[in-house]
């Protein structure tokens, strides 16, 4: 579910960022943008801006909503940190240390002597 919601949400959120490029500014037109020498707006004189408003709209809308359900999901999610999961573990158990070497070390000095 949560794979599913960050894909709507990354779709959303490009989408968003075309929508709100395409629109055109207060007193500029779409055309001249895109390279368009023309004083009309490349959807006709009376623009459309409201389709892309709307469209616009409903896709902030759908973006909130994932992000919200995402934050939901997030907040509710019961993972351990690593942290967390080294403190529950047990620890080991030490093992008794067998001496390599069992003769009782001598000097050399008492040896040649």
């Known amino acids: 579910m949560t794979i599913f919601l960050v894909t709507i949400h990354i779709i959303a959120s490009i989408m968003i960022i075309i929508m709100v490029l395409l629109q055109a ?7 001249a943008a895109l390279g368009g020498g023309s004083n009309q707006t490349l959807f006709g004189p009376t623009g459309s801006g409201n389709v892309l ?7 902030a809308i759908v973006f909130m ?3 919200i359900s995402l934050a939901y999901m997030s907040g509710k999610s019961t ?13 080991l158990e ?3 240390v067998t ?15």
């Not at 500014?25 to 779409?30: N, P, Q, T, Y």
């Not at 408003?53 to 896709?59: A, D, E, S």
């Open 79 to 91: 993972s351990t940190s690593v942290v967390d999961k080294i403190k529950q573990e047990a620890p």
């Open 53 to 59: 408003t709307k469209i616009t709209t409903g896709l």
């Open 65 to 67: 909503l994932t992000s």
């Open 25 to 31: 500014g207060k007193g500029s037109s779409l055309g």
């Open 94 to 96: 030490t093992s008794s």
């Open 99 to 113: 001496e390599q070497n069992s003769e009782p070390a001598t000097d050399n000095n008492e040896a040649a002597n």
